[in-house]
């Protein structure tokens, strides 16, 4: 059958858009240095975390189940946190939430991931947050990109593949390639990966949740 005319087909909506927010931190040039001496100090005293990457098969060093203060303990941290605030507000009104007079958007977490050459992190997401996000420090050439799933892709029963090629809103998976210095946040049921680190140096970067309370 030939293709309706485009003058003929009936207007596409779309519905239940799935938003990732990205923003380049550019107007801070010491920022990205003095986070990097932050990243690297916390690995340097952080033996209760060291020994978790160890025990949880993660390769390389995260900050995720033992420092909770970063932003307390290193100035560069807190620049940071201050920093997503700002970009969480703002992606919130993008967003359209009504977030009320009771409640707030609250960082309330925020950790260290230095991942090894031949490192990755497999499919997750963030419960019990609202909006989640990864700050990039350093990104050698060849490092993993950040993978989005289509949050519906369990409910696909029989659907068919995409198209080699097709424009991003209708791929099923997503790959991002930040530059240090990129900001990325969505909402935290947005399932995610990173991919195999194939760069010869680490890949730095640091990860937060909002929730709202
Ligand atoms: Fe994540």
């Known amino acids: 059958?030939?293709?309706?005319?485009?003058?003929?087909?009936?207007?596409?909506?779309?519905?239940?858009?799935?938003?990732?927010?990205?923003?380049?931190?550019a107007d801070e040039p010491d920022l990205n240095a003095a986070l990097l001496a932050a990243c690297l100090d916390a690995e340097a005293v952080d033996a209760e975390g060291r020994a978790w990457s160890e025990r949880n098969g993660y390769t390389g060093y995260t900050s995720f189940e033992s420092i909770d203060d970063l932003a307390r303990r290193y100035a560069a941290v807190g620049r940071l946190s201050e920093i997503a605030g700002t970009h969480a507000q703002r992606f919130a009104r993008m967003l359209d939430w009504d977030l009320g007079t009771k409640r707030r958007?609250?960082?309330?977490?925020?950790?260290i991931n230095i991942l090894n050459p031949g490192g990755f992190h497999g499919s997750h997401l963030h419960p019990l947050?609202?909006?989640?996000?990864?700050?990039?420090?350093?990104?050698?050439?060849?490092?993993?990109?950040?993978s989005f799933e289509d949050p519906r892709l369990p409910l696909m029963m029989?659907?068919?593949?995409?198209?080699e090629g097709c424009a991003r809103e209708s791929?099923?998976?997503?790959?991002?390639?930040?530059?240090?210095?990129?900001?990325?946040?969505?909402?935290?049921?947005?399932?995610?990966?990173?991919?195999?680190?194939?760069?010869?140096?680490?890949?730095?970067?640091?990860?937060?949740?909002?929730?709202?309370r």
């Open 1 to 25: 059958m030939a293709d309706v005319s485009p003058l003929l087909a009936p207007p596409v909506e779309f519905l239940f858009a799935t938003r990732l927010y990205r923003a380049e931190i």
């Open 105 to 111: 958007l609250a960082m309330s977490s925020l950790w």
């Open 129 to 146: 947050s609202v909006l989640s996000g990864t700050y990039y420090v350093s990104v050698p050439p060849g490092a993993s990109t950040i």
């Open 158 to 163: 029989g659907a068919p593949p995409r198209r």
């Open 171 to 212: 791929r099923s998976h997503v790959g991002v390639v930040p530059r240090p210095g990129s900001l990325l946040m969505w909402e935290s049921w947005l399932r995610h990966e990173v991919t195999l680190n194939r760069a010869e140096e680490r890949r730095v970067s640091i990860s937060f949740n909002f929730s709202w």
